[in-house]
T-cell receptor, first 114, second 114 residues
């Protein structure tokens, strides 16, 4: 079974608008961490934001926020005020307690339109 | 620059060739990873090294041989590869004890097997 599901293969957003990228996860472990990464065309994966399963508040980092709905096992990324430089692949990922490795979803390609 | 450097950026090799990918980090991290990224598939973890010791081999074929001479350097030796091995190979590093932070990735080596 897939541990990370990203159902949007591609998304378009107008510059300066907000966009939500969906991510659902599957784990029976009560302790886990969720991550979002950005991969521009240059290839490198850039860490954006982290949410711990016990964190009471949604994580925020600048224009990025994570809409964490634990009961629904959902960890959507919200990008506010989109910029042209936000055009990239975005990956949701999870690390479970006791495991060092991070499991990734298949990604969502975001294109920001001027 | 993320602090994780991968060379070469691009590599074309024949199925009978032997080549090596190199990864270097000077972030003071003590764990290093190799991931394979193929089109339309989630990132696949290949190998994990903690403090220079291999702790995970994710059922990777023996034609891929990792080497970690110290905590700052990681190699992936390639021999008799198949065309389906063509992919983006990403190196990452982290501190084992810091679970709230994502990995730091390099820009990857785009490998084409002909």
């Amino acid at each position: 079974a897939q541990k990370i599901t990203q159902t949007q293969p591609g998304m378009f957003v107008q510059e300066k608008e907000a966009v939500t990228l969906d991510c659902t996860y599957d784990t029976s472990d009560p302790s886990y961490g969720l991550f979002w990464y950005k991969q521009p065309s240059s290839g490198e994966m850039i860490f954006l934001i982290y949410q711990g399963s016990y964190d009471q508040q949604n994580a925020t980092e600048g224009r990025y926020s994570l809409n964490f709905q634990k009961a629904r096992k959902s960890a959507n990324l919200v990008i506010s005020a989109s910029q042209l430089g936000d055009s990239a692949m975005y990956f949701c990922a999870m690390r479970e307690r006791g495991y060092q490795k991070v499991t990734f979803g298949i990604g969502t390609k975001l294109q920001v339109i001027p | 620059e993320t602090g994780v450097t991968q060379t070469p950026r691009h590599l074309v090799m024949g199925m009978t060739n032997k080549k090596s990918l190199k990864c270097e980090q000077h972030l003071g991290h003590n764990a290093m990873y190799w991931y394979k990224q193929s089109a339309k598939k989630p990132l696949e973890l290949m190998f994990v090294y903690n403090f220079k010791e291999q702790t995970e081999n994710n059922s990777v074929p023996s034609r891929f041989s990792p080497e970690c001479p110290n905590s700052s350097h990681l190699f992936l030796h390639l021999h008799t590869l198949q065309p389906e091995d063509s992919a983006l190979y990403l190196c990452a590093s982290s501190r084992v004890e810091e679970r709230n932070y994502g990995y730091t990735f390099g820009s990857g080596t785009r490998l084409t097997v002909v």
